[in-house]
């Protein structure tokens, strides 16, 4: 969890909001599908103007096996500072992809970033050009 942090609240901005460690009545363990025998803990985490917009998970006491690819989900941000996302995210020694050209559904133009995170999951960055 400590990794993932660095990421998501050392780069990406995020603010926990709470912690929780394990309860084994909790919700998540059957919509997740986690394994009997797991203990489960995990992160909320907020984004100014987006309160609990995020929960990171921490399974324990199972093995887990890699998520197969293709990745069938991203989570998806706006960013003001690109280039330091991705500079930051690089010396954490996280994979950034080449970046990319955004054209939105309405016309704009704007630059598009993705970045693995510690977990294999994908985040893609984004940020659309002001109108000159």
Same mark, same amino acid.
């Given at each position: $969890? %400590? ?7 050392? &780069?990406?901005?995020? %603010? ?17 599908? !986690?394994?009997?025998?797991? #203990? @489960?803990?995990?992160?909320? /985490? ?7 917009? $995020? =929960? /990171? ?7 887990? =096996?890699? &998520? ?6 991203? !989570?998806?941000?706006? &960013?003001?500072?690109? *280039?330091?996302? $991705?500079?930051?995210?690089?010396? @954490?020694?996280?994979?950034?992809? %080449? #970046? ?5 559904? *309405?016309?704009?133009?704007?630059? %598009? ?9 994908? &985040?893609? !960055?984004? /940020? !659309?050009? #002001? =109108?000159?």
């Amino acid at each position: $969890m %400590e990794k993932a942090l660095s990421f998501y609240v050392g &780069v990406l901005g995020f %603010e926990v909001t709470y912690t929780k460690g394990h309860n084994p009545d909790s919700y998540s363990i059957p919509v997740f599908e !986690i394994p009997d025998g797991a #203990e @489960l803990g995990f992160v909320i /985490l907020s984004l100014p103007g987006q309160p609990r917009v $995020m =929960a /990171l998970s921490s399974i324990g006491k199972i093995p887990l =096996a890699p &998520v197969p690819h293709p990745r069938r989900s991203a !989570i998806v941000l706006d &960013v003001a500072d690109p *280039d330091k996302v $991705m500079a930051d995210s690089r010396a @954490l020694g996280l994979h950034v992809y %080449e #970046e990319g050209r955004l054209e939105t559904h *309405d016309g704009r133009i704007g630059r %598009e970033i993705g970045i693995v995170d510690f977990d294999d999951n994908l &985040v893609v !960055i984004y /940020l !659309i050009a #002001e =109108a000159e």
